[in-house]
């Protein structure tokens, strides 16, 4: 409910507030339903400071089937100007997370997806095992490093 989302938004901003007084360069990475908090909470956060946002397996494609909130807060978290870039990583192969959709009425231009290639069986799909193959393999941050 609302309630829970606005205890969850405030402790982010607390957290997020303390880490950007202290550093220059921030990046927030969110997995799998980490996504759907880090963008409902990026959408409307405010700073002088700019960030980047990764997202691991992320499920909003398949939450936004049911939601036109989630559509509304991804265009909203592309239009926020205190993030700076979006990378999105997701693979055919992970059932339970997809490729993040992007509204046409959003700033497209710091969304970056890139698919992750996971080897897998059919019963690793099966049983979730690709979903937390990008926490075991980080060659995608590979990708994301040569930006930074």
Known sequence: GIALRNKIRSRLKKITDDILDNYDKVTILAHSFGSV???????????????????????????????????????????????????????KQDWLGAETPIPSISNSEKFESHEFPIQCFFMDRLFGITHIAYLSDPSWAEIWMKDC
């Not at 959408?43 to 559509?71: C, F, H, P």
């Not at 509304?72 to 592309?78: A, D, G, P, R, V």
């Open 37 to 91: 908090v880090g963008t409902d909470f990026l959408a409307d956060y405010r700073s002088q400071k700019t960030l980047n946002y990764i997202i691991l397996g992320g499920n909003l494609k398949l939450l936004s089937y049911r939601s036109t909130w989630i559509k509304e807060e991804i265009s909203k978290c592309l239009n926020n100007q205190v993030v700076s870039k979006w990378y999105d990583y997701y693979s």
